[in-house]
C-alpha cells in the first residue's frame, strides 16, 4: 500500500473526518502527509528538482532553507529550477521535467479531476486585496460602483470571483456590471495605480504589500471575501504541489522537505534578521515596502487544521464554481 493510502486512513481515524470526495480534491493526501511525525530519516540526502518563477515569492522560503542549511539539517538537497512563466512550471511538473512546483489549489483540483495524481502541501494563505490610494473615498464595495477597477490575474481570477460574489451577496450587485474593468500584468497595474489611472486595483499579495508602503490602503482581501462567504477562517491559496507516484517512490525526501519548510516559515516568522538577509531578493527599495511584504507574509503562514481547510475549501470552491463556470473549475462541480 502506498504513502497516501496508508496515511490517508490514519487521518480518518485520528480526526473523525470521514474522508472527502470530490469536494476536497484539491488538498488530498496533504492531510496524510501532515499527520505523521516529519522526523528525517537516516538516509543519505535525495535531490528535489523544485520548478519556481524567476521573481517568485517562494524563491524567498528557498533562500532561507539553502542559506541555513534546513535541507541539510534534513537530509535533502535542492534543485531550483528556474521557469519563465506560471505555464511553463505546470508543463514541467506535468512531463516530470520537476519534481515539485508551487501552484493554486483549484488548478490541483481540477487536474485530479482529469485524472492526475497530484497532491497539494498548503503554502500560503496570502492572497490579492483592492488597494485605494490615500484620500480616494472608497470605504465598501459599494463605493465601486462607477468606478475603474484594475484586476490581475483575469476574468477568471479566484479573488476577483470571490469578491464579485461577496458584493452580490452584500450589496445586491455585480462587480462586473458596475465597474469599469482593467486586467493586465500585476506590475503593470501596481504602475497604472501608483499614477492614479485607475480608481482601485485587485492585485497579487506582494504587490498590494508594495502599494501600501506608498500609503495606499487595503479596501478588502480575498481571504476576508471568503470568510465573509462561509470560510471560518484563511485557506492555503497556494502550495506546493507533486504527483502522488513520485511521491511514494521518495517518501522520505517528501516529509523532509516539508519540514525544512515548516522550518523555514518559522525563522521568517520569528526573526526579522532573516528579513534583513533577504533584502535583495524581495528586491524591497525601502524599509517600509521590507516590512510591508515581512508582514503579509507572516500573516499568510498557514496554521489552521488541515481538515478545518479542507471544509473551507470545499465551500469556497462551490461560489467560484457558481460563477465561474466550468472555464474555471472544469466539469465537476464539487
Known amino acids: 500500500m502506498g504513502i497516501f493510502k496508508t496515511l490517508a486512513a490514519g487521518w480518518c481515524d485520528t480526526t473523525g473526518v470521514r474522508r472527502p470526495s470530490a469536494a476536497a ?14 522526523t528525517p530519516a537516516a538516509q543519505a540526502a535525495e ?5 519556481v518563477l524567476k521573481f517568485g515569492t517562494v524563491n524567498w522560503e528557498l533562500d532561507v532553507i ?5 535541507d541539510e539539517a534534513n537530509e535533502i538537497s535542492l534543485d531550483v529550477v528556474e521557469l519563465a512563466n506560471n505555464q511553463a512550471t505546470t508543463v514541467a511538473l506535468l512531463s516530470g521535467d520537476v519534481d515539485m512546483i508551487v501552484s493554486d489549489w483549484l488548478w490541483v483540483s481540477r487536474e485530479r479531476s482529469l485524472g492526475k ?6 503554502y500560503s494563505s496570502s492572497v490579492g486585496a483592492i488597494m485605494v490610494p490615500p484620500g480616494s473615498g472608497i470605504k465598501t464595495l459599494a463605493d465601486l460602483k462607477g468606478k475603474t477597477l484594475a484586476v490581475a490575474g483575469g476574468p477568471l481570477d479566484k479573488s476577483w470571483l470571490m469578491l464579485r460574489g461577496l458584493a452580490k451577496k452584500e450589496y445586491g450587485f455585480d462587480l462586473k456590471d458596475e465597474t469599469e474593468q482593467v486586467f493586465g500584468a500585476p506590475p503593470l497595474l501596481a504602475k497604472k495605480a501608483e499614477q492614479g489611472e485607475v480608481d482601485a486595483v485587485l492585485n ?4 498590494s504589500a508594495r502599494l501600501e508602503a506608498k500609503g495606499f490602503t487595503q479596501l478588502i482581501g ?3 471575501a471568503a470568510m465573509k462567504l462561509g470560510a471560518r477562517g484563511p485557506i492555503s491559496a497556494i502550495g506546493y504541489v507533486f504527483n502522488e507516484d513520485w511521491a511514494n517512490e521518495h517518501v522520505g525526501a517528501v516529509k523532509n522537505f516539508i519540514q525544512a519548510s515548516r522550518d523555514a516559515k518559522e525563522l521568517m516568522r520569528t526573526s526579522d534578521a532573516v528579513w534583513e538577509e533577504l533584502r535583495a531578493a524581495t528586491r524591497a527599495g525601502d524599509d517600509a515596502t521590507l516590512a510591508a511584504l515581512r508582514d ?3 500573516e499568510g503562514i498557514p496554521d489552521r487544521p488541515i481538515a478545518e481547510e479542507m471544509e473551507d475549501t470545499a465551500r469556497i470552491y462551490d461560489v467560484l464554481a457558481e460563477i465561474g463556470g466550468e472555464k ?3 466539469p465537476p462541480r464539487r
Do not use: C, E, M
Request: hydrophobic share 55%; glycine share 6%; net charge positive.
Open 25 to 38: 480534491l484539491a488538498l488530498a493526501g496533504v492531510a496524510a502527509l501532515a499527520s505523521v511525525a516529519l
Open 47 to 51: 535531490t528535489i528538482r523544485i520548478g
Open 66 to 70: 539553502q542559506r541555513h542549511k534546513l
Open 117 to 122: 495524481k497530484l497532491t497539494f502541501v498548503p
Open 204 to 207: 497579487y499579495w506582494h504587490y
Open 222 to 224: 480575498a481571504n476576508d
Open 296 to 298: 503579509r507574509f507572516r
Open 328 to 330: 474555471l473549475v472544469g
